[in-house]
């Protein structure tokens, strides 16, 4: 895999979890990264001392990306600390779980700003400043494509991503930028763990282990940083000629 070396990343929701995986991992493979959260700044701030001591380039920045005037601060401010852009990871997202009947209209601006209009905004800011051979992955989820019991906001949430992946793609591949989006499967995060009960119909009377030995091919949750490695290959030199698509990072669910 081709290195990252020279080049700058904005990974967002990045203080814990997948995205914290993924900040890692860019870093790792040369990349200079900018760190963003919106509360957890202890994780953060320690996320970037620990890429400084691998020798690595990072700074945190906070930001809501359910806010519009906090996404342009967001990558303006990326961009006055390093003079370029080449690579976003937009992996902020929150989860939900509900039955229609308990759906309300609150709950669907709350989801929706920050899995689906956050994503897309910060592409948009973002997109102003890449270059040719600029990269550019969403977070979807294999929920947008498979049943999961009372997941109807969140699903619909994602799904919007895979649609606006599979559009953008040709109107940023006019400037020789790829955009694509990621698909993860059941992750060990605590997000995931707070979760994971509810994934499992209601009617079924096994536990969340053997849930997950049914449900999918390698019969266990990803590590984040099975994850990031995908990741790393959409925004590396490799995945050149991959765009508009949603790849599928899922251990074979079913």
Do not use: C
């Not at 806010?67 to 990871?89: A, F, H």
């Not at 605590?190 to 096994?206: E, F, K, T, V, W």
């Amino acid at each position: 895999m081709a290195g990252l070396s020279g080049k700058v990343a904005l990974v967002t929701g990045a203080a814990r979890g997948i995205g914290r995986a993924v900040a890692v991992r860019l870093a790792e493979d040369g990349a200079t990264v900018a760190v963003n959260y919106r509360s957890s700044t202890a994780d953060a701030e320690q996320l970037v001392a620990e890429l400084e001591k691998r020798g690595g380039q990072a700074t945190a920045i906070r930001a809501d990306v359910a806010d519009l005037s906090e996404i342009r601060r967001l990558v303006d401010q990326v961009v006055e600390t390093y003079g370029r852009l080449d690579i976003l990871v937009s992996n902020a997202g929150i989860e939900h779980f509900a039955p229609l009947d308990e759906i309300t209209p609150e709950d669907f601006d709350r989801v929706f700003s920050i899995n689906t209009k956050g994503q897309l905004f910060v592409t948009q800011q973002a997109a102003r400043h890449l270059g040719a051979g600029g990269r550019i992955v969403l977070t979807s989820s294999v929920s947008a494509t498979r049943s999961v019991f009372h997941h109807t906001l969140y699903a619909a949430s994602k799904a919007a991503v895979n649609g606006m992946v599979l559009n953008l793609a040709a109107e940023l591949g006019q400037r020789g930028i790829t955009i694509n989006a990621i698909a993860p499967g059941g992750t060990a995060t605590g997000m995931s763990a707070a979760n994971a009960i509810h994934y499992r119909h209601p009617l079924l009377d096994i536990t969340l282990p053997e849930w997950e030995k049914m449900h999918g091919a390698l019969g266990r949750l990803a590590s984040p940083e099975e994850i990031a490695a995908v990741t790393a290959f959409l925004v590396s030199d490799d995945a050149s000629y991959i765009t508009g698509r949603t790849i599928a990072a899922d251990g074979g669910f079913f």
